[in-house]
Structures are given as C-alpha cells and as structure tokens.
C-alpha cells in the first residue's frame, strides 16, 4: 500500500513537471524544430560499407549529408549541426555528445546499406523501437516497485519515469519523421524499394531528441551502386528528407520556411 501511494504521489508530481524541465527536449510544446543534427556515417579509417566499383559508405553519407544541409539552410530558417563535415574518425559517443549539446530536436543519420545478398535493394529507414530500448535501460514496473521500496522513491523514481516518457515521445516522433521521408522518398523516386522499421540502434539511444537513420541505398547491389554514385539521386534522397522535415515542421508548427 506504502508503495501505491508513493506512486501516487509520484504521478501527481509528475504532472506538474514537463521533459523540458529535465533538460529533455520536447516538440509537442509548439515551439517548433530549432535545430536539426546531420549524422554522417562512419568517416576517417572507419570506411563502413564499399561497393566493387570502390564507391564507400563514408563518403555517400558526407556528399549527402552536405547536400542536405545546403538545403535546409536555402529553404527553412532553422540551424544545422553536422556531427562531421569532412573525412575523419568520430566516435559514436561524440556523435552523441554533440547532438546533445547542440540541443537538437530532430537527429537525421545518413547511411548507406549492405546486405549478404546481392539481390536485396532499397531504402531503410529505422526509428527508436521503444519497447526493446525500454526492455534494456528502463526497470520494468514490477522491478520499479522493489526498487522504490529499497531507496525509499524519491528523485530516481522521477527520473526513470521522465526518461521513460522522453523515450516514448522520441520513438512516436522519430516514427512520425520516418513516415513523411517514406511517403516522400516514394514520391520522389518511385521506382525505388522504401522500408521503414524500428530497432534499438546504438545511436539513438542516448540522444535527447527524436531520431531516425536512413540507409540510402545499398552498396552490395548493382543499381543500387549505381544509384548512389549518380548525384541526382543522391540529391533526390536529400530533397525528399527536406520536403518530409518542412512536412513535420508544419505539424509541429513554429518554424516558419524561407
Ligand atoms: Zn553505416
């Protein structure tokens, strides 16, 4: 009973304090997308994936990443944070540490695929899986209660719960996100395969903002190869990523375009 009213207690509490105030992040709040955080994949000695005509990961991701943020810049009055901008090593931790420090509210990695078949092509588009990223950071309710018990509840309840809820909002907005670049992928190349998922990727779980990473292509099938080294489709997949963020931008309202 000691614990239900705790609870209680916590819940009431909780309705009286907002994410942001934990220094989380939130765009339900109609302040709108200020700054968007560009993640090239891999780069420096870390080649990621290379295709037979010795097309690389890393580079595709910096050419489209670049394209991208020439873009926003040209159409939306918003900033952009590239995790990097050149050729060089980047630890997934400083990925993470900029995108926070910049205070994004949307992360956008760029990747291209590879796949043990030469036969499987197309774009991925992942987003937080909430459920399993929860299973692996959260104490799960009946844990939480024995947990409450021993340290007498308190601020590590707060902060599990407001963790929890931020991963919930970000896995429901990175979703969201990935579905307008899906429609808008479609749209823009519609002769292309475009798969959207949900995983517990590593980048994505300790960044305070909605997420989603796109594999662009990939590099182990042949058209998809010679997709990815023809500009024109590579700015083809940054204008779709634009036109999805002016989509969710709208939604969101508060950021006005060019
Ligand atoms: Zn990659």
Redesign the pocket.
């Known amino acids: 009973m000691k614990n239900v009213s705790r609870l209680f207690l916590l819940l009431l509490f909780l309705q009286s304090v907002t994410p942001s105030a934990y220094g989380i992040n939130s765009i339900h709040t109609g302040t709108g997308l200020k700054t968007i955080v560009i993640d090239p ?2 780069g420096g000695s870390d080649k ?2 290379e295709g037979k005509n010795g097309l690389l ?1 890393k580079d595709v ?1 910096l050419e489209v990443s670049l394209s991208l943020r020439q873009m926003m810049l040209n159409n939306l009055k918003i900033n952009v944070v590239m995790t990097r901008d050149g050729d060089y090593d980047l630890s997934l931790k400083k990925r993470t540490d900029m995108a926070n420090m910049s205070k994004g509210d949307l992360l956008i990695s760029i ?3 590879s796949s043990y078949s030469r036969d499987i092509k197309g774009i991925r588009i992942y987003y937080l899986d909430y459920e399993e990223v929860r299973k692996e950071f959260m104490v799960g309710p009946s844990n939480h209660e024995a947990e409450a018990d021993n340290n007498g509840g308190g601020e590590d309840d707060v902060e599990i719960i407001l963790r929890d809820m931020a991963i919930s909002d970000f896995s429901n907005e990175g979703g969201h996100v990935a579905e307008l670049i899906q429609k808008n992928l479609t749209e823009i190349i519609p002769d292309q395969n475009v798969i959207l998922k949900s995983m517990p990727i590593l980048i994505f779980r300790d960044v305070n903002m909605p997420s989603v990473m796109i ?1 662009i292509g990939n590099l182990t099938n042949q058209d998809d190869m010679m997709r990815l080294k023809d500009r024109k489709y590579r700015d083809k997949v940054a204008m779709a990523i634009l036109n999805a963020v002016k989509e969710y931008s709208r939604v969101n309202s508060g950021m006005v375009t060019r």
């Open positions: 994949g891999h990621g994936g990961e991701a990747h291209t695929g594999e």
